[in-house]
């Protein structure tokens, strides 16, 4: 079975600067996706970014990039110039079937 | 977007009683979605898939006759607590599987917050 680990269960980072999540994961599989999901205190999942397995070229999405490791199976989220709106629990997941796996979170606080 | 629904969004029951929670699609047909159960500060855990037209899988764990899962239609499926008891309170949301661009992405409601008193 799929395993999704995040190890840092609260990350703090000053407004403006830059902070990185981490992500590793386990899978037998060679195609599969990876998602950064936030979830703010509403409690609505909102998909930060996403990477295909296939692809070597990292994801970005504005002020979000993900560094992916495939051999190392290894997958962070970075956050430049951070805003107090991205204060939010952030989860890994992977999906190789359809179905969502996720890590255990990571509380992200921003301090202005 | 594609948007998804949930309804409601609190409910507050009795142990003992039954509860129903609706997850919609509003503006995309899925033929797939899934049912999750979250406690405070923790992951997000899967319950179930529930499939248009067919029987729900249930994950390792999941009581299939406890959460009673009905996909009837492309846009609406439903999540049934059956005598419920104080431990089911909890946060339940559903994801809508819709295709996109070669690849299928799971689009979430907002939740549905469950008290059982």
């Known amino acids: 079975a799929q395993t999704v680990t995040q190890s840092q269960p609260e990350m703090s980072v000053q407004e403006a600067e830059t902070v990185t999540l981490s992500c590793t994961y386990d899978t037998s599989e060679s195609d599969y996706y990876l998602f950064w999901y936030k979830q703010p205190p509403s409690r609505q999942m909102i998909l930060v970014i996403r990477q295909e397995a296939y692809k070597q070229q990292n994801a970005t999405e504005n002020r979000f990039s993900v560094n992916f490791q495939k051999a190392a199976k290894s997958f962070s989220l970075k956050i430049s110039d951070s805003q107090l709106g991205d204060a939010a629990m952030y989860f890994c997941?992977?999906?190789?079937?359809?179905?969502?796996?996720f890590g255990q979170g990571t509380i992200l606080t921003v301090h202005p | 977007g594609a948007v998804v629904s949930q309804h409601p969004s609190r409910v507050i029951c009795k142990s003992g009683t039954s509860v129903k929670i609706e997850c919609r699609s509003l503006?995309?047909?899925?033929?797939?979605m899934f049912w999750y159960r979250q406690f405070p500060k923790k992951s997000l855990m899967l319950m179930a898939t529930?499939?248009?037209?067919?029987?729900?899988?249930?994950e390792q764990g999941v009581e299939k006759d406890k959460f009673l899962i009905n996909h009837a239609s492309l846009t609406l499926s439903t999540l049934t607590v059956t005598s419920a008891h104080p431990e089911d309170s909890s946060f339940y949301i559903c994801?809508?599987?819709?295709?996109?661009?070669?690849?299928?992405?799971?689009?979430f409601g907002p939740g549905t917050r469950l008290t059982v008193t």
């Open positions: 994801s809508a599987r819709m295709a996109s661009g070669g690849f299928y992405e799971q689009y």
């Open positions: 529930s499939n248009e037209g067919s029987k729900a899988t249930y």
């Open positions: 997941a992977y999906s190789s079937y359809g179905k969502l796996t």
């Open positions: 503006d995309f047909q899925a033929t797939t």
